[in-house]
């Protein structure tokens, strides 16, 4: 059923139940199997790359998948270069340099998942060169999303980028991955209750947009996925294809939502904070197994929430100098230009009390079905 869904979203078949119309991704091809090995050039010739490709990796994404890649292009004629990015980080001093050394290229093919998959999805984008993902680790649901989280100037940001035009997953190369990186995308897929949590009482509360579909699309998948995860660290292709699957279907449904809200909440934002927050000497961690500690924080937060009375909201006493305080000068600078417009004055927080209170018990019952409870 679940690869059923992921072929109807991919032929514009799948229809949004809020408005009967089809859900629309641009990306051209999604392709899972146990090998890729031998059809990787028919891969890449079934989307509309260009003649000249730039190759990027890591060492050690290459030597996994890149070669076979780097081989397919060159027996294709198609390769124009290789670019290898020997500490790969996802920030904007890395986007530059992408940049600067890809303008003579039709488009460019990620070997790689996390970082790799979000500079070229990043770096394309600006320069409106389209791209193909061939993922080494199921280690983010970033695969299929049109966001990238890109580094700049020391704040992690989510920002507009691209989807591709082919996302190709060998399940072999993937259950051999480090198994870190597996715990990291099983991780980044356990906080959909929160993050569906969180949207659903903007939702209710603010009346922001909110669409079910991106949860739709997982439902399928998650129960198993969830309940035998002990299967992903014992090479089981069934669970890695489940995972894989969950992984795309989750960016697509921030495709469909125009954004990362059915992904990523107030979870995520614990995970930034900690990131930026973190002294020189913590030891570096993947952002799946932040979101995997942040999560259970949140759906914690969640639930004391709503096993209390109706909350109150308070106006925004945060300003400039307490977040350069806290931050420090650039930092802060770039910190609240987003912030800024989420502040509360005191007759929106007012006004939203009001409403939480005479509606608390229906947004209670309207939340309960889609968290994550204690008990």
């Keep these: 059923m679940s690869a059923q869904v992921l072929a109807d979203v ?5 229809i949004d139940p809020q ?14 199997a146990p090998t890729l090995a031998g059809i990787e050039g028919d891969l890449i010739s079934s989307i509309s790359l260009g003649p000249r490709i730039t190759l990027v990796s890591d060492p050690r994404t290459h030597e996994v998948l890149g070669a076979r890649v780097e081989q397919a292009l060159v027996k294709m004629g198609r390769l124009h ?15 530059s340099k992408i940049r600067a050394e890809t303008t003579g ?10 970082t790799i998959n979000d500079l070229c999805k990043y770096s394309g984008a600006l320069d409106r060169k389209p791209y193909a993902v061939f993922g080494t680790a199921p280690s983010m649901n970033g695969f299929t999303s049109a966001n990238a989280a890109i580094t700049v100037k ?8 691209q989807e591709p035009l082919g996302v190709f997953l060998d399940l072999g190369v993937l259950a051999r991955a480090p198994k870190r990186l597996i715990r990291a995308g099983f991780g980044d897929s356990v906080c959909r209750a929160t993050a569906q949590a969180d949207w659903l009482m903007s939702h209710l509360l603010r009346g922001s947009t909110y669409n079910q579909v991106p949860f739709d699309l997982l439902a399928d998948d998650e129960a198993a996925l969830f309940a035998e995860p002990q299967a992903l660290m014992c090479e089981d292709i069934a669970a890695m294809e489940r995972l894989a699957r969950t992984l795309v279907l989750s960016g697509f449904g921030m495709t469909i939502a125009g954004g990362s809200q059915p992904a990523s909440q107030g979870e995520h934002l614990i995970s930034h904070y900690a990131e930026m927050m973190a002294p020189s000497d913590f030891p570096p961690s993947f952002h799946g197994e932040q979101i995997a500690v942040a999560t259970p924080v949140m759906a914690e937060l969640q639930n004391r929430i709503m096993d209390g009375p109706a909350p109150r909201l308070a ?4 300003l400039p100098e307490h977040l350069e305080k806290h931050f420090g000068h650039e930092l802060a600078q770039t910190c609240w230009r987003d912030f800024k417009a989420k502040r509360l004055d005191r007759n929106l927080a007012e006004a939203y009390s009001e409403q939480l209170n005479q509606n608390w018990d229906q947004m209670r019952a309207a939340l309960a079905p889609v968290m994550r409870r204690h008990d």
């Design 81 to 95: 270069q290789m670019l290898f990015v020997d500490t790969p980080h996802a920030d904007d001093v890395a986007v």
């Design 10 to 14: 991919l032929s514009g078949r799948y």
């Design 19 to 32: 408005t009967t119309k089809p859900v629309k991704v641009h990306v051209e091809r999604v392709h899972i």
């Design 154 to 161: 020391g704040h992690k940001k989510s920002l507009p980028a």
């Design 105 to 114: 290229c039709d488009s460019l093919i990620a070997v790689g998942s996390g």
């Design 315 to 318: 106006a925004t006493t945060v």
